[in-house]
């Protein structure tokens, strides 16, 4: 995977574009019925607009939420936006070279991020995601229909010992028909 660091406009136009439709990301983030004490990794956390809201229902309970992205602009975008919240933290770096443990998250939340791995590292990245959910932990997923298709989520998921216990497609302002769904992992690691 190349990757490349967005420059200032990128980021301004994202954070811009992420206040204007907020609401997608907390109507996102409130789908999740979240109880405010679990343990969230935010994969792929771009510039912290869902982590925003994620931060903040954690913040009720005693939760926590692990921010993690490739990019340091991006982590240190979202540790601006996020700096009020201490119970948030932030890894730079991909998912298998970070020190986080295996079977220490209540959920991970990836919004339009899978799409942006190459086809041939997306089944070792999920397989490491799957890893720091504990059992019975959820993974929510939102992606564009317009780049990766259900069929492959699903697959990616299933091949990693998460089940599907919710999905539906909706649109989503600028990236048209997504995916989303909820994720539990089995009690056997397919790892």
Known sequence: MTYHEPSSLEVFITVVVGNLFGSVYKTAVESLELQGNERVLDFGSGAGTPARFLARKLAEGGGALTCVDVSQVWIETAQ?????????????????????PDESHDMVFIHFVIHDISASQRPQVVKRLARKLVVGGRLYVREPLNVIAQDEIRRLMQQNG????????????????????????EEQDHA
């Open 162 to 185: 998460l089940s599907e216990v919710r999905a539906s497609v909706g649109n989503v302002p600028l990236m048209g028909a997504t995916y989303e769904g909820i994720f539990v992992k």
């Open 80 to 100: 601006k936006r996020l700096k009020r919240y201490s119970n948030a933290t932030f890894h730079t770096g991909g998912i298998s070279e970070l020190d986080i």
